[in-house]
C-alpha cells in the first residue's frame, strides 16, 4: 500500500521568510505522480504545485518549489517570501499512474502553517 | 463561472435519514472523484467515475451510492445517515488521463453533520 507521511503537523514561521515543509512517501511504483495542496480557512483545496517522478528537474512556481530526492522518497515544499495568505493547512498528495484509469491522490495528515505578521 | 461546483455547501440532518449531495463541472473533464474530510482533517478517495463509467469504489459502505448522469455530474446519495458520516465531502475533476493531465480540481466541499 502506498503511504504518505507529513511528520510536522504544525509550523509557523514569520513573513516574509523561507520555510520548508517536509514530506515523504513510500512505493515500489515509478510512474507516479506528487502534488502539494493547500486549504485555507475558507476549506477550499487549492493545487500548489506538482512534480512527475520521471523528471529530474525539481518543479517551480513563482515562490513555491520543491526539492524531489526520488531515491530517497522525499517531496519537500519550500515557500519563499511567505506571505500571510500563505496560512493554510499543506497536505502533500501522490498518484500511481496506471494503465487503468483508476488514478487516485493519497494524501498525507498535512501540515497546518502559520504565517506571522 | 465557478469550475467545480457542489450543493449544498452545509447540511445539516438526523441520524437516519436519507440525503444527496450535487457536484457539477464545467471543465469538460472526463473523470470525477468523491473524497471524504474526517474531523483530522484526513482526505481519503470515495469513488471515481470516467465518462460515467464507476473506476474506483474504495470500500465504502452500500449506505453511499454515487451516480453519473453525465460525465459534468456526479452526486453522492447516503442512505440511513449516521453520526460517524459527519465529515466535508469534496467533489473533484480532473481532464483526460491520456493527455497527461492528472492534476485534480476540487470544488469548495460540502459539511455534512449529522445529529
Redo the contacts between chains.
Keep these: 500500500a502506498q503511504t504518505v507521511t507529513q511528520s510536522q503537523p504544525e509550523m509557523s514561521v514569520q513573513e516574509a521568510e523561507t520555510v520548508t515543509l517536509s514530506c515523504t512517501y513510500d512505493t515500489s511504483e515509478n510512474n507516479y505522480y506528487l502534488f502539494w495542496y493547500k486549504q485555507p480557512p475558507s476549506r477550499q483545496m487549492i493545487l500548489v504545485i506538482r512534480q512527475e517522478a520521471y523528471k529530474q528537474q525539481n518543479a517551480t512556481e513563482n515562490r513555491f518549489s520543491v526539492n524531489f530526492q526520488k531515491a530517497a522518497k522525499s517531496f519537500s515544499l519550500k515557500i519563499s517570501d511567505s506571505q500571510l495568505g500563505d496560512t493554510a493547512m499543506y497536505f502533500c498528495a501522490f498518484m500511481i499512474i496506471s494503465n487503468f484509469g483508476n488514478e487516485k491522490l493519497t494524501f498525507g495528515t498535512g501540515t497546518r502553517l502559520t504565517i506571522i505578521p | 463561472d465557478t469550475a467545480v461546483s457542489q450543493t449544498p455547501k452545509y447540511l445539516v440532518t438526523q441520524m437516519g435519514n436519507d440525503k444527496s449531495i450535487k457536484c457539477e463541472q464545467n471543465l469538460g473533464h472526463d473523470?470525477m472523484?468523491w473524497?471524504k474530510q474526517d474531523s483530522?482533517?484526513?482526505?481519503?478517495?470515495m469513488f471515481?467515475y470516467?465518462n460515467k463509467e464507476l473506476?474506483?469504489n474504495?470500500t465504502v459502505p452500500n449506505r453511499f451510492s454515487p451516480k453519473s448522469p453525465d460525465k459534468a455530474h456526479l452526486n453522492l446519495h447516503i442512505n440511513s445517515l449516521e453520526l460517524g458520516d459527519s465529515a466535508?465531502y469534496?467533489c473533484?475533476s480532473?481532464p483526460y488521463?491520456l493527455a497527461g493531465f492528472?492534476?485534480?480540481?476540487?470544488g469548495?466541499?460540502t459539511?455534512l453533520t449529522v445529529t
Design positions: 473523470t472523484y473524497y483530522k482533517k484526513f482526505l481519503k478517495i471515481s470516467n473506476i474506483i474504495e466535508v469534496f473533484a480532473s488521463r492528472y492534476e485534480q480540481y476540487f469548495p466541499g459539511r
